[in-house]
Structures are given as C-alpha cells and as structure tokens.
C-alpha cells in the first residue's frame, strides 16, 4: 500500500490573501481611501500645544508698553481736533502751543536753504525748510516735489518736536556738514561792535572847507566846514543848504 499523504492545500494566490487580510475593521496604512469616507490619519492631525513661558508672556508685556510709549504723540494728536489752529512763529518758538496739535503758521521758509531729506533713492521725499526768523528752531517740512501748489493759506501740519522726527539725525548731520550761507541777521550788539571797530581805524582826512577854503583834517564822512563858525554862515544864508556828504 502506498503511502498516501494528505493532499497539501493549493497555496492561495497572494491577492486574495491580502483581501482576506485587509478584510478586518483596520485598514492598512496607506490604503486607499473612498472619496465619501474621512481618512482618520487627517482627523487625527493635531499641533502640539505652543510653550508661552514666563519669558515669553514677559517680552510681550514688554513691546506693548514700548508700543504704547512709541505711539503716545500719536494718540495725543489722533485725540485733538482737526480743524488747524492758527499759530505764530513767535508763539511756537516761545513754547506757546503744544505740540503734537493741527497748527497753521504763516512763515516764510527760507527755500533756499532746505534739506531734501528721502528714504529711499528716486522718491521726492521731502524738503525740511528752516522758517525764517526763527533762528533754525522752526522747520517745515513739505513736499519734496517743487511743482506743489504754493501753500498761500499758510503751513497746516502737525507741529512737533524736530528730534522727535526720524528724519532729524540725518537733516542735524547734512546741515553740519553743509553750513548754509544767507542773511546774516546780526544783534544790535554785534552791529554797535562792528560800527566802534570801523570808527576806530578810520583814518582822518583831508578836507577844504567849503566856506572859507582852509584845510582840515576829520574822520567825519559828511564834514564840509573847518569849524562851527563857517558852517553857521551858510545856515545864514537862505536857500543854502549844507550839502550831504559834500566834503
Ligand atoms: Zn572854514
């Protein structure tokens, strides 16, 4: 008798074997999912809670407060009205008016002697122009583009401090850098100096007198007469009159 063994099950083909396999409640990773079912790896997702430490909560606490300082001339503008008030020159240099407030000032700028101050190359930017008068403590900025309309109802803008304004560190360095030539405006007390200093070297001269033909000498520009005598004979005489710088 033959040995016979148990037949060996035909082996299933793989396909079917992964059906079977695939057949359960878990399907495998990366199996396809149908368009009308959600795919559970998507709903899973999720961020891992961000880490606000002490630190963090501090430096944020931190920009606020400078955020609040930094903006504080704005917030004071933002709070006053806007219809321009009317300023002088004077007055704002005196101290008068707040700044951080809608102002009109009637000044004459000196243009000649603007700064062109921009952030960027090919932009316009702007022209800082001293007021005249003011001594350089009263600026204006306005438009750095030369064809504006002429500001004839004055200068409505925002008055403020100049070293408040981020344009300030440069326009200090230009205007430093170039000294700007114009009016010299001079005290009276430079003025008296400057007369005694002319006065003083000025040499005498040699004058005729014009009434009675002797020479004198005098540091005078007008005189004409060697003495009060001869000046009062021409005062006598009518009509004649003492000739301006005649000598
Ligand atoms: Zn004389």
Excluded: N
């Excluded at 300082?69 to 321009?84: N, Q, T, V, Y």
Aim: charged share 25%.
């Amino acid at each position: 008798m033959a040995e016979t063994t148990p037949p060996t099950p035909p082996p299933t083909p793989p396909d079917v074997r992964s059906e079977i396999a695939g057949g359960g409640s878990e399907p495998d990773p990366g199996a396809p999912i149908a368009p009308d079912q959600i795919d559970p790896d998507l709903v899973k997702l999720s961020r891992t809670r961000p880490k606000i430490g002490v630190i963090t909560a501090a430096g944020i606490v931190f920009l606020c407060s400078v955020f609040l300082l930094r903006l504080g001339p704005d917030r004071r503008f933002a709070g006053k009205g806007s219809e321009p008030q009317p300023a002088t020159v004077a007055d704002v240099l005196a101290g008068k008016v707040d700044t951080d407030k809608l102002v009109v000032i009637t000044a004459e700028p000196l243009v000649s002697h603007a700064i062109r101050t921009t952030t960027s190359k090919g932009s316009l930017g702007l022209r800082i122009v001293p007021v005249r008068g003011s001594g350089d403590r009263l600026w204006i900025a306005v438009s750095g583009d030369g064809w504006e309309a002429p500001a004839v109802a004055g200068y409505a803008g925002r008055l403020r401090k100049l070293e408040d304004l981020a344009f300030a560190p440069a326009t200090q360095d230009h205007a430093a850098e170039h000294p700007r030539r114009g009016f010299a405006e001079w005290t009276p007390d430079q003025h008296r100096a400057k007369q005694h200093a002319m006065w003083a070297k000025r040499e005498p001269r040699t004058i005729t007198c014009r009434v009675c033909g002797t020479e004198f000498q005098s540091t005078g520009m007008r005189a004409a007469f060697c003495s009060r005598r001869c000046q009062r004979t021409t005062e006598r005489k009518p009509g004649a009159g003492v000739q301006p710088d005649g000598g």
